[in-house]
């Protein structure tokens, strides 16, 4: 017998192993168990009732030999109400569990039937029941519609088990995290509920902040490290929270993390810290946060080599100058950085305003033009209540430094701005939540790492789209959801799917009747997506559906330049052979010969040359890939 199984039979009553053991036993029986199920799927009820009554006993709770499923679960998963309704008066068991341990309810939870699992309930399923791989209800209410989220809402309302491990050792809380991209909301719902924080898989040791880093839902690892979620927690790698939000650049998580006290010094197996990382992506003002809050410059990793060296062996120049600064700044005589204590309570203040200035609120005095301030008690008393990261001799230091008149109290607003006990460099403003802050859309060179949130937001279906999850997209396109459907990034599914290189689901959308001419804020369609990226399959795939070779981004952008500046050659060429518009301009005056120029690549200098030298004359191009006659000149250029 397998361990999972002695599991259950150590843990689950007799009644549940009871209801687990109701396979059809022989031919006869299976043959009568798969007429029910025909009779099942063709919804008639009279001869359903014939067969159960006059066949072999317990006929309506036998299961078919291949899967394990009952009437009742065909009836769960076709949502349909009436006939399950049905079967549950001919006694139908709402407890009986397939092959896998999946019961009718859980079915109805993957599927998002809401109603159908309100049914079930009504009629007491066991919601604390666990399927072979230990998983309960809630496992399977995770999902990318409105009705999982119902279904999500009635399993806890039930008192479902939010901290329920799998028999491999997963969370339920971290089995949601990991797909927080597009349900978001229901990570939230499980962490209100009660799920722990620190949710870890024991075979990676990744943690669900970790999860919520990588997804980069950020209100999500606000609310972990708020309900207690450590940021300094290593994985079986030994890489931290920090170390994703690095990669990614992420500069608002490390923000959080940094006002929860996160140390930014940690290696990795590879010895690599967060600033590694931030150097070897050219994330610059990641690379500058993580600088200014302590992280060492100078530390090498097992491979000797420090940031900066990262930096410029990946040709970085602007992460490589803010390191080089940060070294020099190093050296003897230079002066010296704040003690970290006071970085940490500033970006501490940062993350919790509104929690503080609500605190400070029944203390507060007014003076002046409405300048609130508050005593030296109060605001000690406060700091420590709400577990400032700081001690009590230090807060005394703090408030010294912002009692410019010596009058026992301060200016709550002076606290928050930070200048009076930090430099004005290490002190943060709105702004530094922003990577982009201050910088014109004009000279982004990739502007999809900008974006301003649609005012209205539907699923996101990212997730779905870079895992490769065909069954959940389709169960969601099942459900109505738009082909066409915005996400928090204003991009369409066809979009991010050009983006990362999934040319089934691209053709599959394009079957959908995806846009392939649609456009996101700044006028990029799938074809800029898939040029800058480099994917010369689905680049073929929406020429051949339609999609405008000459589209232009709001900066007057052509897909043709969008591969030029990514360095694409195959991309190029299969534009140019197209007859993309070579002589097209940008709105900085910039025409693809400069764009070959400027960023140094001898073949598609090579390709656009060729290219404009024969743009009078339509029948010599760049030979194709199918053309067989191909002379040793052109295949030089390519």
């Known amino acids: 017998m397998s361990l999972p199984e002695q599991f259950l039979r150590r843990t689950l009553t007799p009644q549940m192993l009871m209801r687990r053991s109701v396979m059809a036993e022989g031919p006869f029986e299976a043959r009568q168990v798969y007429k029910l199920l025909e009779l099942v799927r063709q919804k008639n009820k009279e001869q359903i009732k014939k067969l159960v009554h006059f066949c072999v006993s317990g006929l309506i709770n036998r299961t078919e030999p291949m899967h394990g499923n009952s009437a009742l679960h065909l009836a769960s998963m076709a949502n349909d109400l009436e006939m399950a309704q049905h079967l549950l008066s001919l006694k139908a068991h709402p407890d009986i569990q397939n092959k896998w341990g999946q019961t009718a309810m859980m079915l109805a939870a993957q599927h998002g039937h809401d109603r159908m699992m309100e049914l079930l309930a009504n009629k007491r399923a066991n919601i604390n029941l666990l399927d072979r791989q230990g998983k309960g209800l809630l496992f399977y209410c995770i999902g990318p519609t409105e009705r999982h989220a119902r279904c999500l809402e009635m399993a806890i309302s039930m008192h479902a088990d939010v901290n329920n491990v799998s028999y491999a050792g997963k969370p339920v809380f971290l089995f949601a995290c990991e797909q927080a991209e597009w349900c978001e909301h229901l990570c939230m719902r499980l962490l209100e509920s009660g799920a722990d924080p620190n949710a870890t898989d024991p075979m990676t040791g990744r943690t669900a902040l970790m999860a919520a880093v990588r997804a980069g839902s950020v209100a999500l690892v606000r609310r972990i490290l708020q309900k207690g979620g450590n ?63 302590g992280c060492n410059p100078m530390l090498r990793n097992k491979y000797g080599l420090t940031p900066s060296q990262i930096a410029n062996a990946n040709h970085h120049k602007d992460a490589l100058n803010e390191l080089e600064k940060a070294e020099e700044a190093l050296k003897p005589g230079r002066s010296k950085s704040p003690q970290l204590w006071a970085i940490r309570l500033h970006d501490w203040s940062f993350e919790h305003e509104a929690v503080l200035r609500k605190a400070f609120q029944p203390a507060v005095k007014r ?47 002076d606290f928050f701005e930070g200048l009076d006990y930090l430099q004005e460099e290490f002190v943060l403003s709105q702004k530094a939540t922003c990577p982009l802050a201050g910088v014109s859309r004009d000279h982004i060179e990739d502007p999809l790492l900008y974006f301003d949130e649609p005012k209205e937001m539907h699923i996101n279906m990212n997730q779905h789209l870079t895992s490769d999850h065909l069954e959940s997209l389709m169960v969601a396109f099942s459900r109505n959801v738009p082909v066409d459907i915005r996400d928090c990034y204003n991009k369409t599914p066809l979009m991010t799917a050009c983006r990362s290189g999934k040319n089934q689901i691209a053709r599959l959308l394009i079957a959908l009747g995806a846009d392939v001419n649609a456009h996101d804020q700044f006028n990029q369609t799938p074809l800029h997506h898939a040029c800058f990226a480099g994917h010369e399959a689905i680049v073929e795939l929406l020429l051949q559906h339609g999609a405008v070779v000459d589209a232009k981004t709001s900066n007057g952008v052509t897909p043709l330049m969008r591969a030029i500046q990514s360095c694409k050659v195959s991309c190029v060429e299969q534009l140019i052979n197209f007859h993309a518009n070579i002589n097209a301009t940008n709105n900085r005056g910039q025409n693809c010969k400069m764009l070959a120029q400027l960023y140094g690549n001898k073949k598609i200098c090579d390709l656009v040359k060729y290219g404009l030298a024969h743009s009078d004359q339509p029948g010599t191009w760049i030979t194709r890939k199918n053309d067989s006659s191909t002379s040793s000149s052109q295949d030089d250029l390519v």
Request: glycine share 4%.
């Open 231 to 293: 940021p300094n927690t290593a994985d079986r790698m030994r890489e931290h929270s920090a170390h994703i939000a690095a990669v990614k650049g992420l500069l608002e998580v490390l923000r959080m993390l940094s006002a929860y006290s996160a140390d930014f010094n940690l290696m990795s197996e590879m010895g690599n810290t967060a600033l590694h990382e931030a150097a070897a992506e050219g994330h610059a003002e990641c690379c500058r946060f993580l600088i200014l809050r």
């Open 367 to 413: 003076c002046g033009d409405c300048v609130e301030t508050v005593s030296k008690q109060h605001f000690i008393s406060v700091l420590q209540a709400l577990h400032a990261p700081v001690n009590k001799n230090n807060l005394k230091k703090v408030f010294t430094s912002l009692d410019k008149e010596r009058k026992d109290l301060i200016k709550i607003s």
